[in-house]
């Protein structure tokens, strides 16, 4: 298995910190994590999304947002724009590092990192899939119109917060869609660990069901 410690520079020339899991060196569909607000690279949910796809021999790219973890940058510098364009960053990163080579990418988003990952799937056709872990509605609406990846959105019965937020962006997805309630669970689900293993299966299987059938291009 490869884990390496990663420094990039977004477009704006703030430096930021990641971390790049892998099977090994080969060719691999890559999923990039954007986490919520005030998280970072080692939320525990994210991880454990990542270990699942790494079993699935998917590699993963995650990341701090400008102004969290040990990325550059203040906390109130973290805005939608800013965010946005750390993820395409992120993304544009992919395209030249030298531990694997990439195949097809997919994105992670959870909270307000779901908000990002609309806006980004909607403006950058390299994202071919996406699972979003109760995705807060920021004006997003209109970008979820132009999604066209495969996305799934996951969110707990009990986070009455954002359940409606994250019907409404369900909705307005323009491409192929589930949504997935899971009973009982709120924000985090971790009041049970069925919740969290729950939460965790249907995403790794969604980004090996959706990545394995995108036909190869020349």
């Not at 703030?14 to 971390?19: D, M, Y």
């Not at 060719?27 to 970072?40: L, P, Q, W, Y």
């Not at 544009?92 to 307000?112: A, E, M, P």
Request: charged share 25%; net charge negative; aromatic share 8%.
């Amino acid at each position: 298995m490869i884990e390496e410690d990663i420094r990039f520079k977004t477009s704006r020339g703030l430096k930021l910190a990641g971390l790049l899991l892998a099977p090994n060196a080969g060719i691999h569909d890559i999923v990039v994590f954007a986490h919520g607000t005030a998280s970072n690279k080692f939320s525990p949910r994210n991880r454990g999304i990542a270990e699942g796809l790494l079993k699935l021999g998917i590699a993963s790219f995650l990341f701090d947002f400008t102004g969290h973890g040990e990325s550059d940058g203040l906390f109130h510098q973290s805005t939608k724009d800013q965010q946005f364009d750390d993820l395409i960053s992120a993304i544009d990163y992919l395209d030249i590092q030298t531990f694997v080579k990439t195949r097809f990418v997919g994105v992670n988003g959870s909270s307000t990192g779901g908000a990002v990952a609309i806006r980004a799937a909607a403006e950058d056709a390299r994202i071919q899939v996406m699972a979003l872990r109760v995705p807060r509605n920021y004006d997003v609406i209109p970008f979820a119109n132009l999604v066209k990846a495969p996305t799934l959105v996951i969110q707990g019965s009990e986070d009455q917060i954002v359940l409606p937020e994250a019907k409404e962006i369900y909705e307005a997805l323009g491409g192929p869609k589930e949504l997935l309630i899971i009973e009982g669970a709120g924000h985090l689900f971790d009041e049970k660990p069925e919740y969290l293993k729950k939460m965790t299966d249907a995403s790794c299987a969604w980004f090996e069901n959706w990545l394995k059938n995108i036909p190869e291009t020349d």
